[in-house]
């Protein structure tokens, strides 16, 4: 494939996607690294994308796709309520928690507020919802800020998490199958594995539509779960799966 062809498959999948990595160009694409770094980086003199750790994301969003987090928040916004309440009802005074980014465990975080914590969080609406709270302390990750979703990433944002210990860790999820937990973005990825390390107790929050469609990128099996919050339009035989595997399931 030439280069122009290379360039021209790489404007295509970033109008799908809010972030490609170089793993999966290359094997799209059947090129070497470095014909792909190349390609990255002419595309980058275009104002097509913006090159980032692992990859590129796009430099300009489609009005269809340029506010993925607002969008995300008025979806299932009943439910995220229910399952928030549920999630923060298990937080006890005085203790750590990270919160993962998202708008269900952004619910969550508004259903905190009246608790005395110490919250980490890579959110910025999270820690914006939050920075008026006196009884909660608030530590803010560096990293990467993904535009879309509002949340930051990338080598920073893992290594800061990678040397807390938390006492829990609260996060959304993009897939539960019976192969695991997953998500399409390799650098929410790599924050979410971290704050699965250091947590003495995982919260999963998600909606029924997270429940058997998987993701690209595999974040941890389903044992890595303490408990999981959904609501009650959750798939039986997805939620009996989890309880198989040890996982406590709470029905909102």
């Known amino acids: 494939m030439k280069a122009a062809e290379r360039q021209l498959r790489i404007r295509q999948m970033l109008e799908t996607k809010d972030f490609i990595d170089l ?86 975080a508004r259903e905190l507020k009246q608790k005395s914590l110490h919250i980490v969080t890579n959110s910025l609406p999270i820690a914006e919802s939050l920075e008026a709270e006196r009884a909660i302390e608030l530590t803010l990750t560096g990293g990467y800020l993904d535009p879309r979703h509002r949340v930051m990433l990338g080598p920073i944002c893992e290594q800061m998490i990678g040397a807390m210990r938390a006492d829990v860790a609260i996060m ?34 998600a909606d029924h539509t997270k429940f058997g469609r998987g993701g690209m990128i595999p974040v941890a099996p389903l044992t890595a779960a303490s408990v999981v919050v959904t609501d009650t339009e959750a798939d039986p035989a997805q939620v009996a799966l989890l309880r198989t595997a040890g996982v406590e399931v709470l029905l909102a």
Do not use: W
């Not at 980058?44 to 090159?51: K, T, V």
């Not at 995220?80 to 203790?95: G, P, T, Y």
């Open 23 to 108: 793993e999966t160009l290359c094997r799209e694409l059947d090129a070497s690294e470095s014909s792909v770094r190349r390609d990255l980086d002419q595309l980058e003199q275009e104002r097509i994308l913006r090159r980032v750790y692992g990859g590129a994301v796009p430099m300009e969003t489609s009005p269809s796709r340029a506010f993925d987090y607002a969008i995300e928040s008025g979806r299932a916004s009943t439910e995220k309520e229910r399952i928030a309440r549920v999630a923060a009802s298990l937080i006890l005074d005085h203790q750590t928690v990270i919160l993962d980014g998202g708008s269900t465990v952004a619910a969550v």
């Open 172 to 205: 959304g999820i993009g897939a539960i199958t019976e192969t695991g937990f997953s998500n399409n973005n390799s650098l929410v990825v790599g924050s979410e594995q971290k704050m699965l390390e250091v947590a003495s107790r995982v919260i999963i929050v």
